[in-house]
């Protein structure tokens, strides 16, 4: 059993090297995020990680979290304790505004946090990775009165909060919601009463805390159809009287959890509402701009999901890794002959399949990041037109950190299974534990489809292509620089990169046109295009680590065998995996018409 | 919940147009192989699949097989009789010579018929895949005497066989067998005493019937070091009297199962052998040549789990299919407006995924009968010279038909989850299932890896290439006449295979030099090299199948409907899926120094 390490000295080249948290900390109101301070954050957050998350993946896995006769639900041993400590070290708030007893700190910061969340243990993490989205659309659109009474205890951890939008008929479109919220008639505090059934509700029922704040999409009476008759209450598990203490039991009640694949230790809730006269709700922001405000939150949730696939990819590949160290299997072609056995990295394919599991999970991790830094430029930049810039960039890579890092998280892991042979099988081994949890990440706040229409709608077609373009302007300008570069390593990322940018840009020429005139052509190539995306995004991203690493490697300013590193890593991506730009390409170009050549009868 | 159904249509058509179902029913001893009767078969294969095993796969997954305290395995509710009617029904003996009670069909009706088992309850048909390898190893390399006394009843079914090859020490690394065969001293029939423990072995215990008849490697006392010392053993669990009844239990007894990812309801055996005074085995051939039976009878079993591979891509496929059918949700891009919801396969992206299935499940299948059909003319063919070139083909493509549909079998149960959006993940839908279940399958009877070795160093660089060329020159000259044939329907599947060709051909020229002078460069490219040949050899025999479906399409000849989704489906695979030829080809012949760059501390 090997444990998890947050990978520190990669995450601090990242955050330093590729995404600027020397700049980020000069951003109004980030200026405590000084390097010392935190590095010293990170340490902490690894300590955590590793000593307290790290023990209970497994148990969490096997004991799974257990629906209780009356409605409760049992969390697995030692899941409490950790949460009750994690809310108590103040992670939870970590860039929350201080005024309701955040940190303040940048989005940049909780980015590599989070990964390390994630990484140690996934069930665990979506706890606060959901209330995160809560807070987020209390902040943004609560009334002072809902913010003075529910914010700063979410804050603090002592409440968590869920996002209530799926009901069964009602899945990736919202526009199905029928929950009802009827304003009360027997109160006069402007409440409501909700009517419903809400499933796939994570942490929707847990015993960490003494209530929880559902945030739930429902349907007033006089609401028009569709998405835009859609509002967004807050309703607790109990109500909470005007000194902060609880009151009477809501009519929200955990009917089921599931059976899931993966993510054992994290309850997914079946919630009734309004099966005893009605849950007490009450409206945040306006009435029908309920799917507007869940968007606001959806994107950081989305962002958080593709952090998920990094700390998976990174734990999968973390265990891989100490496997191939230890087991001594064969012996190596290509070898000295004398040694009668070798551990199996030494063997070329094991080899090629660490390799890849570390390159794609550094590409995914800087272009995170990256976007993570960008967030903070968008909220806090002093210039106008650089809030704007930022924000285009984040608004783009939002959905292709989320779909992508996703499903590279699924390749990672199914590596990671793979390097163990039949033990990766067995599930005592840990190895078939993330293949599981992981699966979850390319479904969850919105499948990789609908991450990839809103990439070629919303992200691509609407201002022509042009965010998309300046992006691969920045990409395809690098490849020329190192391509030229007098260091000969640099030369063939450059190469490779240049290709891939150009692919890119030929599947942007297609996709503005397409989307207008032959939409479902578009969108049949929709994934490929946001895979695309991802691919060259994050080759861009090592090839920039690449070239800060030979400027430092030719400083002789650090860790020369770790910046080495970085350049070969960055070479093995360009070489093996930039290739399947052109091929994605070409699908997207040449076989979008081809994907809806079939009748639904010839399937 | 969806049923089973074989693909009936689309596997006799893949038989009689592809693999020349009429060409191996003229070869000597399969006379009997008419289509009349292979249709007949064809059909009770499919109703007992349907009808019988489909129904307890799922039951099998919930309840598992279970050990017993004393060393029993409890097989899942409804598995024990179904195995009884599979046995009474003949299926165990299919290919089998009939001298031995077989019913001595080809390997090609016996390669659709196994596709449905697999298709319907993979966990279950695992048992009497193991008893064919065991069924192959006898009647190659085993005495009279054995023969008589365990074939016939292994051939019926009454009996099962298992292959022992995994000790914990020693798995793709067979040179590392320990378990030991001692001569008896206190017998004069020439039997041994084996000592060790062997683990993985897959229905190594089972409560189907009353004796199990275990293949077992083991060294002999002067056995020589490594390879070249093992020897094969056959280790019955009870004695067994010359009259056939059964004697005293043996020394050889299941001290756990695994508790694994998939495949719940077959047992995966830990053996112990001679823990009370030493198992009685009796040596199958010669001493020391064990290996090289293991691998002759291997051969076949790997070409079994190719088959795995395609039924349970198939499986999923249908599932999905049907839940796309069904699930009604959201808006489709580009239809009729007026039209509120649709079904999700109105989706582009989800008739994306369901063709990106159908294509490659079909290709899978196709490049497995066709082997299956090289297979009997390299057996049976009257000709010398057309056996050994069918044996050729059979080599080459054996690894392929392994490791390629293996490794596509889980990229199809992936979006066969995917389909299902948040549905997938719960376990009661079923998909996740098929998903866990396949993942074994590109591990046991040797990892991709090992199949990828094997691919590279005895398939093509052993003979310089000249099999894998004659092979590509028979693909090119296919995409040349569909380049230029006057239906434009073949035109564009003629183009994309030729590119594709010509990227396995510059991969071919790389691999034959390389394996020579700098064999890890070449080992680090065997897995790229392998998806490439399964790739392009793919979409050869869907483009085969496209041109014989626009001639039976021009002679108006059978069913329109389908010959049009053949051909449409080729095209999606041609233009959507084989531009990835060329990158592999880059990254294989490129890339393969950079996979090794990396020192064991940066990883």
């Known amino acids: 059993m090997s444990t998890y390490r947050a990978p520190m000295q990669e995450i601090k080249f990242v955050m330093n090297e590729l995404a600027g948290l020397e700049q980020v900390a000069k951003l109004p109101g980030y200026e405590d995020a000084t390097t010392d301070t935190v590095a010293a954050i990170l340490e902490e957050a690894s300590k955590f990680a590793s000593e307290v998350l790290d023990p209970l ?71 606060p990775l959901l209330t995160q989205g809560a807070i987020e659309a209390l902040e943004l659109c609560g009334s002072d009165k809902l913010k003075s009474t529910f914010l700063s205890k979410m804050v603090e951890g002592v409440w968590t909060g869920t996002m209530n939008l799926t009901e069964s008929q009602a899945g990736s479109d919202l526009a199905a ?27 929707g029922e847990q015993d960490y805390t003494d209530n929880i704040i559902h945030l739930v999409l429902a349907r007033t009476p006089t609401a028009p159809e569709g998405v835009k008759g859609i509002s967004l209450f807050l309703v607790p598990k109990f109500m909470v009287n005007d000194d902060g203490s609880l009151a009477a039991r809501n009519d929200v009640h ?48 989305r962002f958080s999901v593709g952090i998920e696939g990094v700390g998976i990819a990174e734990r999968s590949y973390q265990r891989a890794l100490d496997y191939a160290r230890d087991r001594v299997q064969g012996r190596a072609p290509g070898l000295d002959k004398t040694v009668p056995t070798a551990t199996i990295l030494q063997h070329p394919d094991v080899r090629r399949m660490l390799l ?42 939002i959905p292709i950190v989320k779909g992508w890092s996703t499903e590279i998280a699924q390749e990672v892991t199914y590596l990671g299974v793979q390097v163990h042979g039949g033990m990766g099988f067995i599930e005592e081994t840990g190895a078939a534990q993330h293949y599981r949890d ?166």
Not at 187 to 199: R, T, V
Not at 370 to 390: E, L, S
Not at 513 to 527: D, E, F, I, L, Q
Not at 544 to 550: E, F
Request: proline residues 3%.
């Open 57 to 127: 993946n497994a148990v969490g896995d096997r004991e799974g979290a257990t629906w209780q006769e009356g409605g409760s639900v049992k969390t697995p041993t030692g899941f409490k304790d950790a949460y009750r400590r994690f809310a108590e070290n103040g992670w939870n708030g970590l860039t929350k505004n201080p005024e309701h007893g955040g940190q303040g700190l940048p989005q940049l910061v909780a980015t590599a946090v989070e990964e390390m969340w994630h990484g140690a243990n996934m069930a665990f993490a979506l706890c």
């Open 177 to 203: 919601v029928r929950t009802r919220a009827v304003p009360s008639s027997d109160k006069h505090d402007g409440s409501y009463k909700l009517f419903g059934q809400k499933i796939f509700i994570t942490y």
């Open 254 to 301: 955990c009917v089921s959890i599931e059976h899931k694949l993966g993510i054992h230790a994290s309850p997914t809730a079946v919630l009734a509402y309004g099966d005893h006269g009605g849950a007490v709700g009450y409206l945040v922001g306006e009435e029908n701009r309920g799917l507007e405000y869940m968007f606001i939150m959806m994107n950081l949730a």
């Open 356 to 397: 890849t599991m570390k390159a794609q999970t550094e590409a995914m991790r800087a272009l995170a990041y990256v976007t993570g830094a960008a967030i903070d430029n968008a909220h806090r930049h002093p210039d106008a037109d650089a809030r704007k810039r930022h924000q285009a960039f984040v608004e783009l890579m």
């Open 438 to 603: 992981a699966r979850i990440t390319t479904i969850y706040e919105g499948t990789t489809a609908i991450q990839a229409n809103d990439l070629i709608g919303r992200k691509t077609a609407r201002d022509g292509g042009a965010v998309a373009r300046s992006v691969i302007s920045e990409i395809s300008a690098l490849a020329t620089a190192m391509s030229g570069d007098a260091n000969d390593a640099l030369v063939p990322i450059g190469n490779e990169l240049q290709g891939a940018a150009a692919a890119l840009a030929s599947a942007v020429d297609w996709v503005v046109p397409a989307y207008g005139k032959s939409s479902r052509a578009a969108h049949a190539a929709s994934v490929p295009y946001l895979r695309l995306w991802g691919l060259v995004a994050g080759g861009w991203q090592l090839a920039r680590g690449a070239q800060v690493a030979a400027r430092l490697l030719a400083e002789n300013n650090g860790d020369a065998t770790f910046y080495r590193g970085k350049i070969a890593t960055a070479r093995f991506y360009a070489e093996c995996l930039l290739p399947q730009a052109a091929a994605l390409a070409r699908a997207i170009t040449v076989g979008s018409e081809s994907v809806l050549a079939l009748s639904d009868a010839q399937f």
